[in-house]
């Protein structure tokens, strides 16, 4: 158990510009979460996957952001057109088993839009 | 709205003292009520959590009480040491996929 893994931890990127992370969940885990946390804040829930299905999104995901989930194992948040207001930490975790299974989350990647 | 709400913002304690943390919420339907601790620089892990069968749950120094007809549930951190030092969420899930978080409380332990 190599624990949910993030890439990149760190992200600046201009305004305007495109920006994609990358989690790598527990091998053996099939629901996946990705989370948004702000200074000050607790995560707040973006999306959820089980296995390659993405079954929920929040109404923060506006339509510049997509998730993608293939195969099932590694995820992909994608940010189009990012904007200031985008700055913040993105975390991802997984969970095996039912909803209310306890949530692993990674380190995290903070992005800065300047 | 907020979910869970979550108090005290920030709290200071002595070495060895005890640290308590409350929560509270209004959706009857949750059902999984746990706590994460976050470290500067790191994502939240799990610390402790609670169904609402039960009034308590103990491990090691750290216990939650929960009061199903108040709608509130507590964390309480014995003996707190310099290494409690960190962000504490509580949190709440039901019939959902969302973890609903409360804003956190940071908690300094002063040696």
């Known amino acids: 158990d190599t624990g949910v893994s993030q890439d990149p931890r760190h992200k600046i990127t201009k305004r305007g510009q495109n920006v994609t992370f990358r989690c790598d969940p527990i091998?053996?885990?099939?629901?996946l979460y990705w989370y948004r946390q702000t200074l000050g804040q607790g995560p707040e829930f973006l999306t959820y996957?089980?296995?390659?299905?993405?079954?929920?999104k929040s109404r923060l995901l506006s339509d510049r952001f997509s998730a993608e989930r293939p195969k099932g194992s590694f995820s992909t948040l994608e940010i189009q057109r990012t904007e200031q207001g985008d700055s913040a930490m993105y975390l991802c975790?997984?969970?095996?088993?039912?909803?209310?299974?306890?949530?692993?989350f990674g380190n995290g990647t903070r992005l800065t839009v300047t | 709205q907020q979910q869970v709400k979550q108090s005290p913002q920030s709290l200071i304690v002595q070495k060895g003292g005890i640290s308590i943390i409350n929560c509270a919420y209004e959706?009857?339907?949750?059902?999984?009520f746990p706590w994460y601790q976050q470290f500067p620089g790191k994502g939240p892990a799990l610390l402790i959590a609670?169904?609402?069968?039960?009034s308590e749950k103990k491990e090691g120094r750290f216990t939650i009480s929960f009061n199903k007809s108040a709608k509130q549930f507590s964390l309480h951190i014995m003996d707190s040491q310099p290494g409690d030092s960190a962000t504490y969420f509580c949190?709440?899930?039901?019939?959902?996929?969302?973890?609903?978080f409360g804003t956190g409380t940071s908690l300094t332990v002063i040696p």
């Open positions: 975790a997984s969970s095996y088993g039912t909803a209310n299974s306890p949530l692993h």
């Open positions: 091998s053996e885990h099939n629901r």
């Open positions: 996957f089980q296995n390659e299905a993405q079954l929920e």
């Open positions: 959706n009857t339907a949750f059902d999984y």
């Open positions: 609670i169904r609402p069968d039960v």
């Open positions: 949190a709440a899930i039901g019939t959902g996929n969302q973890f609903y």
